[in-house]
């Protein structure tokens, strides 16, 4: 594993791999057990797009692993006034020893893996969030004590989230339903391949979706960059929210993800959120370790 793009990129072998290194790295740092292996080591962290988790839990990773972190805003950075992608990541190459990068599109991240010579880390795009679904199949996996055969269902927009959570779920062999209206479909190349090689339903029917569910997940209905389609996007959501009587369709014990930040009111209900509020700050805590394991794995 050179970079992390996209899950889909990842055998099932390299994911679960990178789940367990989290789980270590985790009971490490609650022990005390110091674990600075990147000592040296300094990581780029370009923001083309607000941040709360993604930032803070990068930089104090790599701090907790001996390295550093350098936050540079696209504002400050001449892309942000037009240098080309392909010139910044020439010369951030010669300077770090790794990328995270947060955008809009993935051709971008693409094309730094392409043209430079560090590991590039997808910290969010339009198309996909392969760092929050790590913690994601942490978080499940610490609940649920397994992936295989737990049935993973997402209700909402068919954005990034979705997306990531199609390719990560699948390859991790667990059951994946996705409920959203339907011109918000995700991606229609992962909902093929998610079709022909595990467990996948797409449908417009909340309930069906979440019938018999171990997890229950949602995300915005407006994600960073379609502040202007809010209101329409508020109009086809309706009905797209998880209520109790979603909670009443999946399994008594499900557990409820969100990957924050949350619009209570639309996408989830206050109610819902506060019960489930536990299992949803693990999974942001999550984040850290796993994009720990993710840092040990390509810059070590
Ligand atoms: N979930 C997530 O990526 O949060 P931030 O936008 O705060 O980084
Ligand atoms: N879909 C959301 C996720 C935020 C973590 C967005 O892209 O804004």
């Not at 988790?53 to 692993?65: A, P």
């Not at 560090?118 to 910290?123: A, D, E, L, S």
């Not at 992936?147 to 994946?176: H, P, Q, R, T």
């Amino acid at each position: 594993m050179k970079h992390l793009l996209k899950l889909e990129d990842l055998s099932c072998k390299e994911i679960t791999g990178l789940l367990n290194l989290a789980d270590q790295l985790k009971y490490e740092q609650k022990n005390g057990i110091e674990h600075k292996v990147l000592a040296g080591k300094t990581l780029g962290m370009i923001f083309r797009k607000s941040s709360t988790r993604t930032r803070v839990s990068f930089e104090v990773g790599m701090y907790q692993l001996g390295g550093h972190a350098l936050f540079l805003s696209s504002n400050d950075l001449q892309i942000g006034r037009g240098e080309e992608t392909a010139d910044t990541i020439r010369v951030l190459s010669r300077y770090l020893d790794g990328i995270m990068i947060r955008t809009f599109e993935q051709s971008e991240v693409e094309e730094m893996a392409e043209k430079g010579t560090i590991p590039i880390i997808n910290g969010l795009t339009d198309y996909a969030h392969p760092c929050q679904v790590l913690a994601d199949l942490m978080t499940i996996r610490e609940h649920k004590g397994a992936l295989e055969g737990v049935k993973l269902c997402y209700i909402g927009d068919g954005n990034n989230m979705a997306n990531s959570l199609i390719a990560g779920g699948i390859k991790a062999g667990m059951s994946v339903s996705v409920a959203c209206p339907g011109s918000y479909r995700p991606d229609a190349e992962i909902m093929k391949w998610a079709s022909e090689n595990g467990k996948f339903l797409c449908t417009g029917d909340i309930y069906a979706a979440a019938e018999n569910a171990d997890v229950i997940y949602t995300d915005v209905w407006a994600s960073m960059g379609q502040e202007s389609e809010a209101a329409t996007r508020r109009k086809a959501f309706k009905g797209y929210c998880v209520d109790n009587s979603v909670m009443n369709a999946a399994k008594k014990d499900a557990i409820v993800l969100h990957c924050l930040p949350a619009h209570k009111g639309e996408e989830i209900t206050q109610e819902v959120f506060d019960t489930h509020a536990d299992v949803i700050f693990d999974q942001a805590e999550n984040r850290l370790h796993a994009q720990k394991a993710v840092l040990v794995t390509l810059l070590k």
